[in-house]
């Protein structure tokens, strides 16, 4: 069965610090999509990036690219130059293959982050 | 532009009692999902379509039944609330079930049942 892991409940990092949010995820099928959502505290759940399990580079948008580590089954979260808006939670999670259907999602307790002035 | 939208934003229900939780979107997606969120464990599916006419369980579908109206709209319906359904409840959609497809959210319904 497949399994979203985010092992730190909270994180706190100075504003214009780097700071990386930690996944690791268990599979068995060769082919998944991973996903980091952030939730604000207004609630909505918003994309940040995604990562194919074929993907041979780390998926990078803007201030936020994913450490994909294959072989130890993980994909972290690097969020660069962090900005006082980006005290939220955020989520990792999984799709399953397009074989098993693609469609289900399953996602991590999440990581609360607290940006400090 | 809308996206997915889901009414009510908020409710309260007494145990035994029934709601429907409405959920559409105009992004022309095909598959839409049910998720229920509880603190310290992240989203649980509920139900999902993968297109319109079709249903499936997810990971918690006890309690709960869907219906996928037409393209736009899929609804989630507790016939019998219990306390255990108190929860915020995220309606999604999605353009494919293709790994590379990201999931569009719904600003989510905070259930109370008391």
């Known amino acids: 069965a497949q399994k979203i892991t985010q092992t730190q409940p909270g994180m706190f990092v100075q504003e214009k610090e780097a700071v990386t949010l930690d996944c690791t995820y268990d599979?068995?099928?060769?082919?998944?999509?991973l996903f980091w959502y952030k939730q604000p505290s207004s609630g909505e759940m918003i994309f940040l990036i995604y990562?194919?399990?074929?993907?041979?580079q780390n998926a990078t948008e803007g201030r936020y690219s994913l450490n994909f580590q294959k072989a130890r089954k993980s994909a972290n979260l690097v969020i660069s130059a962090s900005q006082l808006g980006d005290s939220a939670m955020y989520f990792c999670?999984?799709?399953?293959?397009?074989?098993?259907?693609?469609?289900?999602?399953?996602f991590g307790a999440g990581t609360r982050l607290f940006v400090k002035a | 532009n809308a996206g997915v939208t889901q009414t009510p934003k908020f409710q309260v229900l007494k145990t035994g009692q029934s709601m429907t939780l409405q959920c559409a979107q105009d992004?022309?997606?095909?598959?839409m999902y049910w998720y229920r969120q509880d603190p310290g464990m992240g989203l649980r599916l509920i139900y999902y379509?993968?297109?319109?006419?079709?249903?499936d369980k997810g990971e918690v579908p006890n309690g709960y039944n869907v219906s996928r109206l037409n393209k736009r709209e899929f609804s989630l319906r507790l016939e019998s609330a219990a306390p255990s359904q108190t929860s915020v409840y995220f309606c999604?959609?999605?353009?494919?079930?293709?790994?590379?497809?990201?999931?569009?959210f719904g600003q989510g319904t905070r259930l109370t049942v008391v």
């Open positions: 599979t068995s099928d060769p082919s998944y999509g």
């Open positions: 990562q194919g399990s074929y993907d041979q």
């Open positions: 999670a999984m799709r399953e293959p397009p074989e098993a259907g693609g469609f289900k999602t399953i």
């Open positions: 999604a959609s999605s353009s494919s079930g293709q790994p590379n497809t990201e999931a569009f």
């Open positions: 992004m022309n997606h095909n598959s």
């Open positions: 379509s993968a297109s319109e006419g079709t249903t």
